[in-house]
């Protein structure tokens, strides 16, 4: 028989987004006007869930109030379904606050029910959630222990499972209210009570609902589940507490993103080059941010860091309320190796370098130079993108000086010639014809420079060795 772990968040929306409140917050129903989540401040003042909103309000006159919204805990829900996927596979949505996950397969992985509950539940302490479980012989026996928050059954043993099941009341069950009441009224108020009417009773008596719920309860049932896959493309949405109006402000939220972030990467065993903020304003308008990773990264250390030199150079016209991530360009994972005998000379690589750079300065403020066949020393390199795949020119050494002034200096120091000449005459294929002899001299001061001597016989320096 298969077991079942059942997840069940009872404050879903309020440890996503209120896990840091300093204020005694409550989420409210919007139809109901019924507490349904508070925080331990809130309920530190006396409030509890179920309570009218009137009633709460009279007890704590500064209780932040928020409208309760499923849509919101569902997208919470698919994020740490997500997250989960990285040590556990057949996970099945019960939104909006349940994850049900198929163990067996998992326990010769991890070697027992004791190692893989040790591996979810520590990968859960990252999402910083409440959270109650349950094993079970079946997906709804294993959802019912969950619900009754008094304790958490861990166990594969059947007979004691059932036994926690015994003393129920059918108030805690999916039956709809009408089938509730009927039971009722034939004495069937636990489960014990129920499961002991035969099936073949249960048919002739009651609605074929209650019928096939006590199938499914007992596993005797097939429970059709659509299991869950993470999605290809990533996009992670989080409202804002309160309007942020400087980008400094905006790191903590990132961040938390960008932990998402990273989750979806590992699992596929991909690195990002370039992502997307997108920022709702007051006013609804967007504004959208580009980061980006020369060499591809995924951890959210990196990305931070990257993040924060961009959001430098941006200025807010309107406070933001909201903001989504997305992944515009991935690509798979590379796997890096150093020189046997050079190894790393730095704690940086080239593309890290070059990505920090360009999040600092602006991607139109970093070039990079490439050679030319061009023999004129002025025309010989020029600048373009960073790793830009353009034909390297095919030139043969030639010793150059690292510094080359421009425009050339006259000479006006006393140097000794060491070696030359060396004739340039070229450039007539644009009507720029230069003609002249270089040579490299030694100044007096014992500077090696790079003069030239023009057919006029003027004398001129070009460049200092280094």
Same mark, same amino acid.
């Given at each position: ?17 209120? *896990? ?21 401040? *809130? ?258 250390? *990196? ?164």
């Amino acid at each position: 028989m298969k077991h079942w772990l059942y997840l069940h968040f009872p404050q879903l929306q309020l440890d996503t987004l209120f *896990a840091e409140s300093a204020q005694p917050t409550a989420l409210v129903h919007g139809h109901q006007h019924k507490i349904v989540q508070l925080n331990a401040l *809130a309920r530190a003042q006396g409030i509890q869930e179920g309570m009218g909103l009137a009633s709460a309000a009279t007890l704590c006159h500064e209780l932040n109030v928020v409208a309760y919204d499923p849509k919101m805990e569902i997208k919470a829900l698919e994020g740490i379904a997500q997250w989960l996927y990285l040590v556990t596979s057949d996970i099945v949505l019960f939104p909006p606050q349940g994850l049900l996950l198929s163990i067996t397969p998992m326990l010769t992985l991890y070697s027992g029910l004791e190692n893989y509950w040790q591996a979810i539940s520590q990968h859960l302490q990252k999402h910083a959630v409440h959270y109650h479980y349950s094993t079970g012989f079946s997906p709804l026996c294993a959802q019912l222990l969950a619900h009754q928050h008094q304790q958490h059954c861990l166990t594969l043993d059947n007979a004691q499972l059932k036994r926690a099941l015994l003393p129920i009341d059918l108030t805690m069950t999916d039956l709809p209210a009408q089938h509730i009441e009927s039971l009722r009224r034939v004495g069937t108020q636990t489960i014990e009570a129920l499961i002991a009417i035969p099936l073949a009773d249960l048919a002739r008596r009651f609605d074929i609902d209650v019928v096939n719920y006590v199938g499914r309860l007992l596993g005797q049932f097939h429970h059709p589940l659509s299991e869950y896959r993470p999605s290809e493309q990533f996009a992670a949405h989080l409202p804002l507490l309160y309007e942020l109006s400087h980008t400094q402000w905006l790191e903590t939220p990132l961040q938390r993103l960008l932990i998402q972030l990273e989750a979806f990467l590992r699992l596929r065993n991909q690195v990002a080059y370039e992502l997307t903020l997108t920022l709702v304003q007051r006013d609804r308008q967007t504004a959208q941010v580009t980061f980006t990773a020369a060499q591809g990264e995924y951890r959210h250390e *990196a990305w931070i860091i990257l993040c924060r030199l961009h959001l430098e150079s941006i200025t807010l016209e309107h406070p933001v309320i909201e903001m989504t991530l997305s992944v515009a360009r991935s690509g798979e994972m590379d796997s890096q190796s150093d020189d046997l005998f050079q190894g790393r000379t730095g704690q940086q690589s080239e593309s890290e370098l070059l990505s920090l750079l360009q999040a600092k300065l602006g991607h139109e403020h970093v070039h990079q130079p490439y050679f030319t066949d061009d023999p004129r020393p002025e025309s010989a390199t020029h600048y373009g993108r960073p790793h830009t795949s353009v034909k390297q020119a095919e030139r043969r050494a030639q010793l150059r000086p690292t510094l080359l002034y421009t425009p050339p200096r006259a000479l006006t120091d006393k140097v000794t010639i060491v070696q030359g000449p060396e004739r340039i005459a070229t450039g007539w294929w644009d009507n720029n014809i230069l003609i002249r002899d270089y040579f490299i001299a030694r100044s007096r001061e014992g500077r090696w420079l790079w003069i030239y001597r023009t057919p006029e016989k003027k004398w001129w320096v070009h460049g200092v060795f280094s």
